[in-house]
């Protein structure tokens, strides 16, 4: 039976990206791979027609699918919404709905591109990070959370940071396996001398750790963290780390290498289904100008062949155009500099599916 | 009468440290400031003494001084002590106890030390950002929290985010004054679209800000704040955020500078009593070799002079102490590079003596 692929263009450049990446798509699918494709609104997109930003149209087809792709989500907008209302309010919605706890985010540095980190070179040449964020717990999604007046008549803002030990056991499954397919060196960041949750989060992974004799476990406060990431990230291979804290690290490995419009990520539930997405944002300023820069989600695409398909040959040949477009010089406005080739969105996109 | 300041050296290498301080105090004593200096043990060096990191008599001297200057603590030999044992529940535990909620973390580059950072020159040149950091509220102190099993009989730790608007009020007034004194700009960090309790810390300084018109106050997701300082930092004047984004966004800014070793810090209440401290940690490996960078305590005793002594003249002669041993290309070995004198802990204590 063929696998079925959901495509969420989401707001913002959603739209273009992801017509570059279904372009590529195509070419597979000409190619001989059994996928049958449908498409729905997610986060502004979804507002817009239906009036929610994860509206039970989208839903029953995210349920459906075997792998999902999106854009990008938000635009200034949605920004007077109500809350519940907003595009990002989708974007958590449809993690928590299809249990995609185990988020997957790649911070490589594209030899081609090395000039783009604010790093020196030899601080970040060969860079090559994975972060596994947990998804669906944390303080994210605790409870109880809201703003209420409190016993002295004061209004207090307050959220739940929470992780139960099947949780923990879960995403330190997924990153130990991860670590074992990579270096076999895993960091697990938490805030354990000041919190609880991470402390019993440390506890777990040790015991855990039990399963993997063959990776090396270390331990790192998130406040180290965030130096040594600027210090000396080339020491980490696997980083792993809970919700809120892996938000923040992971956006900051991002940028250590200067170009996230080239970073992908991938999203997945216990039996690999996934959803993915670049890492960057939804870039409003530049939407319909067709200047983005579709690499992360073409790249997201390749993770999806990997790790909801384990069609490594397609996720390979994929990467592969895209390594082979960046060597022939060609760039979109956000990676370009002297002496490459500037590209448009949709150049980039034909460019790849050429080098296919 | 006399001002009272108290004196704690801690672990580590915060002894030798704290002895160069206490060197350039002397010549301010003998110059004509008024004070007298008590010490007391803090952190491990107070488990040893008394059993417990923030002993009665640590804490009786504490209450009682004007200023306070820290070392460090921790240290390996601690690490397998029962949590309410540790030393950082010390310095937690003075923090709350002396109500020291305003957290000031200057991020300055230097420019004789321009190389020691990690990011280009052009990224990093000139950079000089004030992050202020909320310290006796947050996840750090919020309750519930703690271990427990859950109704589906599952263990599961749990912590408590948790702001009240009073709490938020006071940080806003020192951040906005703060900005008022530099280049008039704020930027106030938070998770408002996920986080309730940092959606009412935005209402909260939305609110004060028509107090300061003169500032400029902006917005910015923790994420987007930890990829700006990596992008742009220069971009920045002041930051404010919460206890826990604070912890992990101000090391984060202190390493973009590369010389960690020379960054104050001051925590300060509500009338401007204060506890100084390197932003560096305990350093344990180099501790007794009189190897340690001793600069950062030096600035922290100038942070004393203007901010719980309102004295600009002393707390100015110290930083251009320290200024010209740098320009007389003087370094301890962590800001060492060739071309360079390289000296001791004690010796660069010396140095600051003979400039002032
Ligand atoms: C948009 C926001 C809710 C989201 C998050 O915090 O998870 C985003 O920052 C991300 O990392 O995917
Ligand atoms: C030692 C630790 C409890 C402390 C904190 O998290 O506040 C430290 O990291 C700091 O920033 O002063």
Redesign the interface.
Known sequence: MSKKILILPGDGIGPEIVAQARKVLDVLIADGLDVTISEAPLGGAAYDQYGAPYPEFTQNLARAADAILLGAVGGPQYDTLD?PL?P?RGL?AIRKDLNLFANLRPAILYPELANAS???AE?VSGLDILIVRELTGD??F?QP???RV?A?G?????????????EIRRIAHVAFQAAQKRGKKLCSVD?A?????????KEIFTEVAKEYPDVELSHMY???A??Q????PKQFDVMVTGN??G??????A???T?S?GMLPSASLDQNNKGLYEPSHGSAPDIAGKDLANPLATILSLAMMLRYSFNDETAALRVENAVKAVLAKGLRTADIYEEGTEKVSCSAMGDAVVAAL
């Open positions: 809350r907003r990002e958590l604010t790093l020196k601080v303080i994210y605790g959370r809201g703003i409190n002295n004061e209004r207090e803002g307050f959220n739940t940071m929470l992780y139960a030990e099947s805030k001398n000041v919190l609880e949750t991470t402390e019993f989060w998130v406040d180290n965030a130096m990431l600027v210090r000396r809120i804290f938000d923040i690290l992971s956006d900051q991002s940028m250590l200067g996230i």
